[in-house]
């Protein structure tokens, strides 16, 4: 791709450094800021530029936060017995928005992997144990992806927890709502059988 | 999606208002932002911010510059004599790509659509025409994409331009290099035959 423009092939360069953004659309990125009122890019640089520079980790769950403690831990209607452990924010609002749980949240900043190279002692597990040790919580929900890292990190922590007398509980695993059996892949169709409930209406 | 920061919010909004960005992808953004160091956000927001408030609109062929006139027109080795017209700054940056072009442009700025409400007065036509008064202009090639508007387009151009005695030309179209001929579409296909020139080696 050709520029006879710095400034653009700059501000190109910029969008196509981004995850999933390509030259030729990070191009209609910045023809489209052009189109637009200046201002508009103004409005778009500040909000990015508060956001880098504002943002905090809450000193609590480690969740994203506009001031020292984040908006689900200050929210008093919150029920401060339950602490959901998750391995990132994603899935932290992944949960929030099933608006099924008002517990609390623990976020780990990712998951126990040897091969990458990342250990218990690289993730916020001593803050989660301080939490257990001082507040008032009474179950642990491990909500971690059923992956083999995800597997032995539960597992690593359920181990930890034990000696707390706190219960640990793991999010349900089985076949989708709305899924077809046909499909379902065989560990989880096959564990679903194994693992099955009570049929109630 | 439910956010537990404002910033966060309106970092993700700020993505989300871009063309083709839901989101979903906007919280990816944000995300992959905040992994970075802050320098990264900061030279990413300056970019943008000296893109839109240093661009203009090369006084001679209205392509996007970072002086008063474009690298193109003020590039002493281009041919002068020879103006090729486009619709807008993409199309005139594919033909750059193609290296087989070292003549000038002149970008219309879009192309005259009734549906849209676009005629000529709101295109850079009476600057061509300045040019071609003024400058040692010999032949104007057409570069306008075959839709019903462009060629209402190329159609009006050339008219007005047959009292100036410049040759006027438009890019050549059949079936493309590598194209199967079973999947080139009837027109093209059909104009081609018509269109047929003599085989050389």
Known sequence: MTF??????????????????????????????????????????????????????????????DEAVCQICADARRDRSLVCVVENIRDLMAI??????????????????????IGPADLNIDSLFERIKQDEIKEVIMAISPTI???????YLSKKLQPSGVAVSAIARGVSFGGDLEYADELTLGRSIVARVPYTR
Chains 1, 2 share one sequence.
């Open 4 to 65: 006879s423009s710095k400034l653009i092939e700059k501000a190109v360069e910029a969008f196509a450094s981004l995850p999933g953004i390509g030259r030729k659309t990070a191009l209609r990125l910045v023809l489209h800021l052009l189109k637009q009122d200046k201002t508009v890019t103004e409005q778009f640089a500040s909000a990015l530029l508060a956001m880098r520079d504002g943002i905090q980790d809450c000193r609590i769950c480690h969740n994203l936060a």
């Open 149 to 155: 890292e995800g597997e032995t990190t539960v597992y």
């Open 96 to 117: 929030e928005d099933t608006g099924q749980y008002r517990g609390l949240y623990h976020v780990l900043g990712g998951i126990i992997s040897p091969i990458e190279g």
